[in-house]
């Protein structure tokens, strides 16, 4: 017999939220070379590149005839475009601690707006663990240092930005009847092949030499195929397969457990230093998911 369906959602969502976790290196990294909207640009098209080469192969289709495409385009919409551009820009005009603790916000809002447009009631117990994982992120992006300002607009953004993430979580399990994760995936990355290629080559004065030339840089490459393959392809679909068979509640648990992973990546591959309130905070979060995971199997 096969694996429970639940059970396997699980471990595509923690998959994904460990994915997730090392984009941040990657990013960091490959932003030394290119712009924001360059990389986000050749990260979607690699993507895109990569999910039609295995359409080619006839190993998955994509069937849009009589199905909700303007929900599907909404979920393009809301991620990655929405969310990316609120982010970044929230971030820029925000500083690192205030933007940490609005996007630790993202599980809690699921939370409420699953109960009110999928009438997905967590449990009071859910809530709390959740809390607690949402608590961690907020101590760790407190011991985050760093200058700067908080401006509405920077405010603002990210609101935008939790409003994205959400309508992702909601849309993506409400139209999952109806549409693969493969199919949700794809059309996600057609969305964003097409914008962030036009925005980037809109600041590179629709000059395509300069857009690609970051790929000559050997520390660019490898960055790129980890973001267009590993977080992008599989990142994306694990995460949509997760949706269309976990509550919102439980799938969305696990993204705090990219902060986890984003932080330890810093640890082991950078150098950067871990305090013991890091490491408390991290246990917060850890123990937040479980307790989420915990208390749905209790219910069930």
Same mark, same amino acid.
């Given at each position: 017999?096969? +694996? ?6 699980? @471990?595509?969502?923690?998959? =994904? ?28 098209? @690699? ?67 699953? +109960? ?55 849309? =993506? ?36 030499? +300069?857009?690609?030339?970051? @790929? ?18 599989? +990142? ?12 919102? =509640?439980?799938?969305? =648990? ?47």
């Amino acid at each position: 017999m096969g +694996a429970n369906p639940s059970a396997k959602a699980m @471990l595509a969502s923690l998959g =994904s939220a460990v994915i997730f976790g090392f984009s941040f290196l990657s990013s960091r990294i490959a932003l030394g070379v290119a712009t924001p909207w360059a990389l986000l640009s050749m990260r979607f098209l @690699l993507a895109l590149a990569l999910m039609s080469a295995v359409l080619l192969t006839g190993k998955a289709k994509v069937s849009l005839r009589g199905k909700p495409v303007g929900l599907l385009l909404l979920l393009g919409f809301f991620q990655p475009i929405m969310y990316f551009v609120c982010e970044t820009y929230g971030i820029l005009y925000s500083t690192a601690t205030f933007s940490g603790v609005m996007i630790a916000l993202i599980p809690i809002a699921s939370l409420a707006f699953a +109960a009110i447009f999928l009438r997905e009631r967590p449990t009071v117990w859910q809530t709390l663990f959740s809390l607690l994982s949402v608590a961690g992120v907020v101590v760790l992006a407190l011991l985050q240092t760093g200058e700067g300002a908080v401006e509405v607009r920077g405010i603002l953004l990210l609101v935008g930005a939790i409003v994205a993430a959400v309508g992702c979580s909601i849309v =993506s399990r409400k139209i999952a009847p109806s549409f693969s994760a493969f199919e949700r995936t794809y059309v996600m990355f057609v969305t964003g092949a097409v914008f962030f290629t036009i925005a980037a080559l809109f600041e590179n004065g629709w000059d395509v030499p +300069a857009l690609v030339a970051p @790929l000559a840089e050997p520390k660019f490459l490898l960055p790129i195929l980890y973001l267009g393959g590993f977080s992008s392809v599989g +990142a994306f679909l694990l995460m949509n397969y997760g949706l269309a068979h976990l509550p919102v =509640s439980r799938s969305t =648990s696990f993204a705090n457990l990219t902060t986890v992973i984003s932080m330890l990546a810093g640890v082991v591959f950078l150098g950067e230093p871990m305090s013991l309130l890091s490491g408390v905070a991290s246990l917060m979060i850890v123990l937040g998911v479980w307790g989420v995971q915990k208390m749905s199997l209790r219910s069930v």
